[in-house]
């Protein structure tokens, strides 16, 4: 999915809030880079004002049409960021030519967040709300159908465990489920049959379903395949899982 995005990350640094952040990329790739920050410290960053950029012919650095990945390296509900939130929304006003998506796992904060002309949604703004096991799921997913969205995805990733949906899926608010396992070294094991099983639960609902990545151990036919962090999302798309219904 983040390959046909442009990242923007505005503010970097999160809390982990939730069994799913355990073994987060992002506190991982700070490790990597000796950041000096921690990762606990979320700080605004230099690409702020990134799809404003022009080129020397004043021409808009990302065309019409570029789709942003929005704080990937942080959550863009996360409480530090509220006094710079207004300025993105700002932006995403100005650049309604793109289209914005962002995924977090505080959507219990998105109400208290949202500018006060979002209406019922801003057409360019896809919302993502992650549910990595039951309880989660659970959790989240009442808060999200309810809010004024126009846009909606469901995240299982990282899947730590089998999840029933369904309760979710009806009405057609959701555009499509998109899974993913855990990467890095202490990764979960994924296993493809709670994958088949949530493929099967969108099918009967008729939401498009993505297998976005394997994640690092992938279960399968009662062995356990290690996937190079570069394979992961081929083998998911070899898995040939992928399903897509016309939007309603």
Known sequence: MAGNMVMWN???????????????YVYRE??????????NEV??????????????????KFPSGTLFGLCFTSDFLIQEADEWRNGIWEIIRLRNDCNFIFFTKR???????????????????VIGCTAENQKMADYRLPIFISL???????????????????????????KEVSVGGESGKYARCLDIR???????????????FTFHQTGSYLKKDNRIYNIPREHQHSQAKKA???IRFPEI
Not at 43 to 60: E, V
Not at 153 to 167: H, K, N
């Open 43 to 60: 700080r605004k960053t230099a690409s702020f004002d990134l799809p404003l950029r022009r080129d020397r012919k004043r021409n808009w």
């Open 148 to 174: 004024p969205i126009k846009h909606r995805l469901i995240i299982v990733a990282p899947m730590i465990e089998r999840i029933e949906l369904s309760p979710y899926l009806h009405n057609h608010l959701i």
């Open 107 to 125: 959507i219990d904060r998105l109400q208290q967040c949202l500018p006060s002309d979002w209406n019922m949604g801003y057409d360019n703004v």
């Open 10 to 24: 505005p503010w970097h640094g999160c809390h982990k809030i939730s069994e799913g952040c355990r073994h987060c």
């Open 194 to 208: 709670w994958v088949e099983d949530l493929r099967r639960q969108c099918t009967d609902n008729e939401i498009s």
């Open 240 to 242: 040939n899982l992928n």
């Open 30 to 39: 700070d490790a990597a880079f000796k950041t000096a920050i921690s990762p």
